[in-house]
């Protein structure tokens, strides 16, 4: 068989998957509204799983699921009101962004709002060249580098709904206008986690906003989960991405201001609090998370330099049966390397 011919087959097999996928969509959207799950609450959040079949979502380059993506692209499409601004903490090349922005572009009942406000510091760090490994971006940047030129280069063919915000959050800060979707991956250390809560906390709007924690299941957050706990009782679960580290909450009541302002730090947190905390987290969710979550329980005090207590927090999930081929293998190779270190150093 000639490579023409080749060629051609798999050009037809390509369009054919394409028409597939759309009609699958298509038949999938007709029947969420038959069934009555696609008008509110938590199934039309679940029916953006649907759209995992999206080629182009795939295609998207990012630290980022599959799920997520699709979680995104159907929230801006099928979820968002356009009743405050869509704001992505951290979207690095930008598949956070690109995915909600070719949801927007399909979300005809907006006339207005219709932009997203993409934060990053857009500097290249040494840990992205893993990420970069094997792509067109390999040897393209040095640590310290920028590469807004790229994410600006990504994000060029939905540009009427990106607003790049270059530079540290919290000294960028926020305008004070209403947020409706608050995409949260820039919680990387307590002082970031306390620049996003003074920041952006404040314009939320309690029955509306949604926040979407990408880091909620991961290892390295664990702060993530003390101060979520003290937010509790205003953030109602709303969904878990599966096959991610999200999980999505709303606002249910109005924060009050001062717990806003706080400067959150591991020094506010008991031991007690900590474990309700992560008791929480564990309860609301999916059942192949919860490894991910005690990995960042025993990263907790390993950052509280309570490397006794972290190292039993490893013992307990081996003794509980949790996988280790979860973010727990992170954590567990961590507190050796730390308790390595302390040793031949001669601390106590």
Known sequence: ?????????????????????????????????????GKNGANLHAASQTMIISS????????TTMSERAYLYWYAKCIYGGKGSIVDLGCWLGSTTIAMAMGLGGNHRLADNRLIYSYDEFI???????????????????????F???????????????????????KVGWCGAPIEFLLIDAMKSWAAATGVVQKFFPALMPGVSLILHQDFAHWFTAWIHPIH?????????????PSSGSMVFQLAREIPPELMQQEWSPGQFSDQ???????????????EKRANIVAAKAMY????????????????????????????????????????????????
Do not use: N
């Open 56 to 63: 182009t979502l795939r295609q998207l380059d990012g630290m």
């Open 124 to 146: 290249w760090r040494s840990y992205m060249d893993s990420r970069a490994k094997g792509t067109v971006l390999e040897g393209k940047y040095s640590p310290g580098d920028s």
């Open 273 to 287: 609090e900590v474990d309700a905390a992560f008791a929480y987290s564990l309860d609301i969710v999916r059942p």
């Open 229 to 241: 706990y003290r937010f509790r009782q205003y953030f109602e679960p709303v969904y878990d991405v």
């Open 301 to 348: 005090f390993v950052y509280s330099t309570k490397l006794d207590r972290a190292k039993q927090e490893i013992e307990d999930a081996h003794a509980r049966g949790y996988r280790f081929d979860s973010d727990l293998a992170f954590a567990a190779r961590r507190i050796d390397e730390e308790l390595a270190r302390l040793s031949g150093s001669g601390a106590k």
């Open 1 to 37: 068989m000639s490579h023409e011919v080749i060629a051609l087959i798999r050009r037809k097999c390509k369009s054919l998957v394409r028409i597939a996928a759309t009609v699958l969509v298509a038949c999938g959207h007709r029947l969420l509204d038959l069934l009555g799950l």
């Open 148 to 170: 807004l030129d790229e994410f600006e280069r990504r994000v060029s063919p939905w540009r009427q709904y990106v607003k790049p915000c270059p530079g540290d959050l919290a």
